[in-house]
């Protein structure tokens, strides 16, 4: 076998592995067999690099951080779906189907709908040309997502080659047995990508360990790192997929091949007819066809003849929705046949042919035993309660969040009551409010507490605000939950400063501000409690190590408000150090793709307090990394250059569309504007422009052609 055959027959076997564990959840060979063929593979790669190409295995994390992502249009608008929260809701959207269906003159008795288990992650577009993927986008807006395909790439429930034989004959990626046809040349699969409740809880113990704070639930957690500008951080995370949906391309698939039959080929390119391109007439039959291309689908689905199998199968999933390794929080109801799709059609927002039922929260009763508050990083003082633990919907619940003083004073919520307790889209419960019936004689409203808990200032409220704080800056608490953040794995990352040794740390005077880590003793350590020669010497070890962190990790540990891990990212890149993000005005920070202006102010009126800023100056002595890589740092300069412009596109244009235009703007920087004003920087004419020529010459505002337009975005040499 020459190298190349193996390297073929390799990347079949890989991609047979991978989706025998990560689709179908029944894997074949052990781990270590699998990560032998993958080895064997990257050293065969290694030795012919020629031989390399986009959709093999090695070759899912690609790729460096990137400055930001592009926006991309959908080919068609990507819909939401309508509601039913109730039997009664559901059985009247059958009544609007049939009425629907009857009114196109055909009489069908039941309906045949397909019901899917509705997934609570974040839906994706996925593009394959001639069977390879291409590109990833998330929803965005509906019109206009995001392309985050490094990271969808790096999920392995994702084929990167479709497991058909395409138009042009390439080698087929997959394991024997596969269905005869080919594959369009262009087609977009949608479905959602979600956080498996295994690795998100995975991820969860190791941010416990660590000290840092836990994720939320594993939507929003699967949501934030789609859209991580680093894919190798995505490709550990263990996000997986699950595809509902076909949409044609705008070029009509010559399709071939008992599998998919030809004989109704349209031209358009609504997902209807997208279904139809591929002789596909029932949504069961996508379903089907979408699983023999090697595309993950949730193997739940059912088909329902009328809505009362349907009204079963809610219920029947209400109960098992904990037997998943996934969230699930409702099933979507499909009409099946594909031409009555047509007939309904869809209103600007929803199908008309589909409907998302959703499962009720889950509630129990149970015994408040206390109201706590906790003080935060930012000062602010919340209440939680302590409750007698009680197993809801997939765990044991000890703790619920009371949101602010005002709601338990509505809801007069009091220590000793019986609440009702309930964990709804979020996996953070809450205390919904209290049984009053089951009140003690002798109880007594709750009232906030007037001074910190742990320093003892009094409390204080913005006028606006609902949220009481501790405005004294060395409060200990304060110090601690920010140290806290500092250290965690997502921002500083020094494995070993969780909380109890910030706690000690803190207590005994060692460390009074974040500059104060870095000069720590491994004597100093040493002599602290439950802290041998070892531990000292590894803490010091990670204490050294985040000296050379990337800047970002930096931004993000100093805990200002509303920076999160991706702005942090953004504004390390954007600015490439920390001495010149300390001088970007307001607007400059304004100006920058992604950061608006409420955490624009935030950054700045962090930076314009004196101690913070004597703070990063102890940091930069201790010898804190405050740059970023000087190669990534011309790159961002090369990709912002237009920052902070903003150009209106009138007429066409020959060489591109106005998307593409826009596209190619914004990826520098610049902002694409709709009407021309005395602040627009310069307007791009193409031909049969109107009006906005005009008043820009009015303005005096400079006019471009199109070739003064493709010399301002052309590659920099
Ligand atoms: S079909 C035009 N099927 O739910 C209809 N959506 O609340 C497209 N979702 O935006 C959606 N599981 O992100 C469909 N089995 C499923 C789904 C599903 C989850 C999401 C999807 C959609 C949202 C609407």
Redesign the pocket.
Known sequence: MTPAERIAELRRLIRYHEERYYVLNDPEIADAEFDALMQELERLEADSPDLVTTDSPTQRVSGRPAAGFDTVEHAEPM???DNAYSEEELRAFDDRVRRGVAAAGETVEEIDYVA????DGL?VALTYENGTLVRGAT?GDGVRGEEVTSNVRTIRAIPLKLRIPTSSGASPSGSPGEPEGFAPQKIEIRG?VYFPRRAFERINKEREESGEPLFANPRNTAAGTMRSLDPALVAKRGLSAWM??LVGGPEGPPLQGPALQPEIVVTTHSDVEADLQVGLQTHAETLETLKAWGLPVEPHWRRCRGVDALVAFCREWEEKRRTVGFDTDGV?VKLDRVDLRATLGTTSKF?RW?I?FKFPAEQKTTLLKSIEVNVGRTGAVTPFAMLEPVFIAGSTVSMATLHNSDDIARKDIREGDWVIVEKAGDVIPRVVGPVSSRRSPDSRPWQMPAECPRCGSRLHRAEDEAVWRCENTSCPAKLQRGLEHFASRGAMNIEGLGESLIAQVTGAGLVKDYADVYALTAETLEQLERMGKKSAAKVMLQIERSRTNELWRLIYGLGIRHVGERASQVLARAFGSMEALCAATTEQLEETPEIGPVLAESVRSWLDEPRNRGLIGRLREAGVNMEIPPDERAAAAVERRLKGKTYVITGTLASMTREEATAALERLGAKVAGSVSKKSTGVIVGGDAGTKAEKARTLGVPVLDEAGFLDLVKPES
């Open positions: 819909l939401s779906l899917e288990l509705k997934i839906s929803r959602e509902y949906q979507v199908p589909a998302a």
